[in-house]
């Protein structure tokens, strides 16, 4: 492997949606059952959007509009206008043959789908009958293909439609009591409260099964639901009346099974974190370390690799196409070449992913991990809807008036969030030519101008709130466009934009007027995935290079332009994405599951491990520090949100209502008392407010 191509694929994985190989079978699954049950029944939770996801239910239930769910999930990151190796699907029909000579006619069509070919997975034993026949509907109407520049409306955002008011207390509204019915513990159950707006409010039990939520708008039309509720029977009460401090009836649960096992039924598994899935599955550490040193780079949850059947020829061509595409955000063709080494791992990999998720597994009983307990229940979460479905919602940013700004992975859509309202306003990026559309990381200014990264354009984008008028600034980038270039960037005081751009071997200072680097600041790395500016402004840090072995990190003096590079010895930190502490300290996020720390005075990285299962899988991508110097970071593959406070050394972890907390960038705001945090969930394509109470 050549060093371009090295650090193209090394960026392009961190930043990358592998949507060919992922998302989940609804054929082929054979579930096993609690130990002790002959037969449980787990019913479908119709508000749970993990299971939607694992359906491609986000859009529709059938025909042309699931086709479409589908199509984005697993087939447009080979078949779209942008890469070269596969052939565009638009207007198939409108042809006479398909590539293998048939005639093109449905029956033929769906026969291809269901066997694949070489470099084309068999989706027969990972897609039902029905989920094809959607599929090649979607190909037969006028919206195929998609490619990113128009993305279906979500049938779950109603914050323009049913204004509403969004809670800013944390206390003083509906109040109540859960209780189990087999007399075990309800500490730690999630209950949800949904606005007729379509935004979500959650709080937490105590110790004695009690709950109490922010006081909400005066209404009798909110839903009353358990979120995620795993070893309990669903429960959904629709058309409750919330005025004030309502003393709501008791919630009674059931459990779904006598035993502490779960059985691995669809709906069970859909409420599980990937880390817990990993955890259950049978294998070896050398097995297991086989996918997570390749596969979790946060391009996608572990989920939507673990709900496929795909046989060992397919799991074969998945692994090659995802982890050696040839550079750049997308799937070309010639792969880059693979050392002995690789494919000895490749090999692991594949072997084990047909054995455990191939046609004929067989599932068994699952152990999910604990509830939290304590101070971990001592919070709020509110999660607001997007206007699109299947929109990989990236970076979040507030501003001064109470907006919170994110980008969108692979697509031409960003946005601004009311968060007193739930209401967004929607932005289309411009098209460029030969450029994959999708937004990175955003800023926003004291002025209120409003800043974008288009990696794969090469374009940072300035956009005025109040005139709506958008300039597009061309960024000077190493390699040709559609490889990625600017992705990751900060401001100094003075307005200039400093990023790491791959393969320079440096830290830039880049004029945000023309898109040209001024001054380079040379590294012993090919680049840094994130760099940040101090808050005083004479500072640049950057963590290691994209993918678990980096152990480097940079401290750049931008006064005197001495750049410190340091390493974290034979321990790979792989710092990610992060920020610096009110104290002059750079945090980020270890991809190799440590909180990492650049300490600026003693010059010198350290790591700090968070509490979690035997087997930590939870990788962590981007950590950011509030005004009192507690760092905060969202688990990759699991569902915790952490708190670290480097002070006491004392950890607190919040759990999402969706077993996702999976942030690829996070912003605190450092306003609020308590601290508020808030992340753009990637794998529900939902913006996610964080309150503790204390």
């Not at 479409?68 to 447009?76: A, L, P, S, T």
């Not at 008011?165 to 087999?182: D, E, N």
């Amino acid at each position: 492997m050549n060093r371009r191509h090295a650090i193209q694929s090394a960026l392009a994985a961190l930043i990358f949606f592998a949507v060919c190989a992922v998302y989940p079978a609804a054929a082929g699954r054979k579930p096993g059952a609690a130990a002790g049950d002959t037969a449980v029944d787990t019913a479908r939770d119709n508000l749970q959007l993990s299971y939607k996801i694992d359906h491609y239910l986000e859009v529709a239930d059938s025909g042309a509009a699931r086709g479409e769910d589908i199509y984005w999930h697993k087939c447009w990151a080979c078949h779209n206008k942008y890469q070269q190796a596969a052939p565009q699907l638009e207007g198939l029909f409108q042809l006479s043959t398909l590539i293998t000579g048939v005639a093109v006619n449905d029956e033929t069509v769906a026969a291809h789908i269901k066997k694949g070919g070489p470099g084309m997975p068999s989706f027969g034993t990972t897609l039902s009958d029905a989920d094809v026949a959607d599929v090649v509907s979607y190909l037969h109407s006028g919206k195929c293909c998609v490619e990113g520049e128009s993305l279906p409306a979500n049938p779950r955002y109603r914050a323009e439609t049913n204004k509403w008011s969004v809670p800013t207390s944390l206390s003083g509204g509906a109040k109540g009591t859960v209780r189990v019915a087999s007399g075990d513990s309800a500490e730690g159950i999630m209950v949800q409260l949904i606005a007729p707006s379509g935004v979500r409010t959650t709080v937490y039990t105590s110790e004695n099964g009690n709950y109490e939520f922010p006081k909400m708008q005066a209404g009798d039309s909110y839903t009353l639901r358990i979120a995620n509720p795993l070893e309990f029977k669903p429960f959904q009460r629709d058309s409750v009346r919330i005025d004030g401090a309502t003393k709501l009836d008791d919630i009674v649960l059931e459990r779904i099974t006598k035993s502490q096992l779960l059985p691995a039924t669809p709906e069970i598994e859909a409420q599980l974190s990937g880390d817990e899935l990993l955890w259950n599955l049978p294998g070896t550490t050398e097995e297991k370390e086989a996918l997570h040193q390749t596969c979790a780079l946060g391009c996608h949850s572990f989920q939507q690799i673990f709900k496929n059947r795909y046989d060992r020829r397919s799991w074969a061509t998945l692994v090659s196409r995802m982890l050696h595409r040839g550079g750049g955000p997308l799937i070309n063709d010639p792969l880059e070449p693979v050392t002995p080494a690789q494919s000895a791992v490749d090999q692991i990999l594949i072997n084990w992913l047909a054995k455990v998720r191939g046609p004929d597994a067989t599932d068994g009983a699952l152990r999910a991990f604990p509830r939290l307990t304590g101070e971990s229940n001592r919070v709020v979460v509110t999660e607001f809807e997007l206007p699109r479905s299947m929109q990989s919602a990236h970076d979040v940013y507030g501003d001064s008036k109470g907006n919170v700004w994110y980008t969108s992975h692979l697509n031409r859509y960003f946005g601004k969030l009311d968060t007193h309202t739930g209401i967004v306003t929607e932005y289309q990026t411009p098209l460029t030519e030969g450029g994959q559309p999708g937004t990175h990381h955003v800023y926003v200014r004291k002025d209120g101008e409003v800043l974008l990264s288009e990696p794969w354009s090469h374009k940072l984008l300035k956009l005025d709130p109040k005139s709506g008028q958008m300039k597009e600034v061309f960024v000077e980038a190493p390699f040709p466009i559609n490889s990625a270039g600017m992705a990751d960037f900060d401001l100094t005081p003075d307005g200039f934009i400093w990023a790491s751009m791959g393969g320079g071997y440096s830290a830039e200072k880049i004029d945000p007027e023309t898109g040209k680097i001024v001054q380079k600041y040379p590294m012993k790395v090919p680049f840094s995935y994130d760099g940040i500016i101090s808050q005083d402004g004479n500072y640049w840090a950057g963590g290691a290079i994209s993918g678990p072995n980096g152990n480097s990190a940079e401290l750049l003096d931008i006064r005197t332009g001495k750049m410190l590079n340091l390493d974290s010895g034979y321990r790979a930190s792989a710092a990610r994405r992060g920020g610096f502490d009110p104290f002059g300290n750079a945090w980020f996020g270890g991809e190799n599951g440590t909180i990492v720390e650049l300490d600026a005075e003693a010059k010198r990285i350290r790591e700090f491990t968070p509490p979690g299962p035997t087997e930590p899988y939870t990788d962590l991508y981007s950590a950011e520090a509030d005004k009192n110097g507690e760092v905060w970071a969202g688990e990759l593959h699991g569902r915790n949100f952490l708190r670290f406070n480097p002070k006491t050394s004392q950890w607190t972890q919040y759990a999402m209502p969706e077993p996702y907390a999976h942030s690829r960038a996070l912003w605190v705001d450092k306003s609020t008392t308590p601290t508020t945090v808030w992340y753009a969930d990637y794998s529900t394509g939902r913006i996610v407010r964080i309150q503790p109470l204390e």
